[in-house]
C-alpha cells in the first residue's frame, strides 16, 4: 500500500500530537498554558494571546494547512496580540465535545460540521440540505454573503456563547461502499451507511436507499474494516487521507450533498478584539478561505488518482435517480418561515 503523498512541509511548529480523548484534550490544553486564570487563552508569557482551534483532520488536509497559515498571518498582523494555535486529529476531542468546550471557553475555535449547529439552530439544516449549493463556488458565494448568513451566524450568540465565522466547503459528498459500485439509490439497499448524528442524515441515507448509522468521524474506518456499517459518504479528500479506500475501495460519485465546515469562536474571546484586532482577523479568515479554497481543489484531484493507484475504484453514477430520491427532502425539513426563507435566498442567489 502506497503511503499518502501530500506534502507535509506545512505542518506546524505548534502542533500538540498523541492525546486523545477528553484525558488528552485536559494535558494538551496544560501543556500550552490553558490554565491562564480560568483556562481561557494561553497568553503566551504576556507576548498575546494565543486562541486554541480544536480540529478532526490531519495536518496535510486543506484546513488544517489554511488554519495554520491564518494563525500565522493573525499573529503578523496584530504585532503578536493574537495569534491561532491549532490542535489537528481529534487531539482536543470529537467536535460535539469542542463544540461545548468552545461554548463555555475552555477552547476558544473549532471545526464543526454543520450537522452540529443545527443540533443548536434548526435553520442550519438549510444549509445542510441535499441540492442547497450547485456547486462549491456557489457555495463559498453564499457563505460569504451577511445578506444572507449574516443573521444565522449570529443565533448562537446569546444561547450559547458561540459566533459563526463562516464555512470551509466538505467538497461534493458521495457515497463508498465495502460490498460494491454503486449506480441507482438500489444499490444501496440492505446497506448500513456512515452519517453524522442528524435527522436529516438519517432521512437522506433513507432517501438513498441506506440505512443510515450515525458514528463518529473517527470511527469510520473500523465500522467499514469490521462490518457494523457497509458504506459511508464523504468527499474524496477524506475518503483518502483517512485511509477509507482501504476497507471500502468503490467510491462513487452520488454528489448527493455539498458539505459545509463551521469555524466557530467564543463570542466573548471575539468581542475582546480591538476593531484593528478584529479586522485583521476578518480579513485573515477571507484569505484562508479563498486559500482552503483552491487547495481543497488540488487535493481532491490528486486524493482520487492515489487512491486508485492503491486499488480504489470510481464510478459514476445515474445522477437523475439519485436527485429525484432526494427532491422530497427540503418539503419534509424546511417547515419554519425562516427556513422557507432562506432557502429561497440561498437559491434565488444560484439564479
Not at 284 to 312: K, R, S, Y
Request: aromatic share 8%; with cysteine.
Amino acid at each position: 500500500m502506497a503511503s499518502s503523498r501530500f506534502t507535509a512541509q506545512h505542518v506546524t511548529r505548534r502542533t500538540l500530537l498523541g492525546a486523545t480523548g477528553l484525558a488528552g484534550a485536559a494535558a494538551a490544553l496544560a501543556a500550552c498554558g490553558g490554565g491562564n486564570d480560568g483556562g481561557g487563552a494561553s497568553n503566551g508569557g504576556g507576548s498575546g494571546t494565543m486562541m486554541r482551534l480544536a480540529l478532526n483532520q490531519t495536518e496535510t488536509h486543506p484546513s488544517y494547512i489554511a488554519l495554520d497559515n491564518f494563525g500565522t498571518a493573525l499573529e503578523e498582523s496584530t504585532g503578536g496580540a493574537w495569534g491561532i494555535d491549532v490542535f489537528p486529529n481529534e487531539t482536543l476531542g470529537a467536535q460535539q465535545e469542542t463544540l461545548q468546550m468552545a461554548s463555555n471557553g475552555s477552547v476558544e475555535m473549532s471545526i464543526v460540521s454543520g450537522t452540529q449547529l443545527e443540533n443548536l439552530n434548526p435553520d442550519f439544516l438549510t444549509l445542510n440540505m441535499p441540492g442547497a449549493f450547485d456547486n462549491i463556488d456557489k457555495q463559498m458565494q453564499i457563505l460569504q454573503d451577511p445578506a444572507i448568513v449574516g443573521e444565522l451566524f449570529a443565533s448562537l450568540e446569546e444561547s450559547q456563547n458561540i459566533t459563526v465565522i463562516g464555512g470551509f466547503t466538505q467538497g461534493e459528498r458521495s457515497a463508498y461502499s465495502t460490498v460494491g459500485p454503486i449506480m441507482t439509490p438500489a444499490d444501496l439497499n440492505g446497506q448500513k451507511m456512515r452519517v453524522q448524528e442528524s435527522d436529516l442524515h438519517l432521512a437522506m441515507a433513507a432517501a438513498l436507499g441506506a440505512t443510515g448509522t450515525p458514528l463518529a468521524y473517527g470511527e469510520v474506518y473500523t465500522g467499514l474494516n469490521s462490518g457494523v456499517i457497509d458504506a459511508a459518504e464523504n468527499n474524496e479528500i477524506s475518503y483518502f487521507t483517512q485511509a477509507h479506500y482501504e476497507v471500502a475501495p468503490y467510491y462513487s460519485f452520488t454528489r448527493h450533498l455539498v458539505g459545509t465546515d463551521y469555524l466557530i469562536i467564543n463570542t466573548e474571546t471575539l468581542n475582546s478584539m480591538s476593531e484593528e484586532d478584529r479586522a485583521a482577523f476578518d480579513e485573515g479568515w477571507a484569505t484562508a478561505v479563498q486559500e482552503h479554497t483552491g487547495l481543497w481543489a488540488e487535493q481532491t484531484e490528486q486524493a482520487v488518482a492515489d487512491a486508485e493507484a492503491d486499488g480504489a475504484a470510481f464510478n459514476e453514477v445515474d445522477a437523475d435517480a439519485f436527485q429525484e430520491a432526494l427532491a422530497a427532502l427540503p418539503e419534509e425539513f424546511l417547515t419554519e418561515e425562516s427556513q422557507t426563507a432562506l432557502w429561497d435566498a440561498i437559491r434565488g442567489a444560484q439564479g
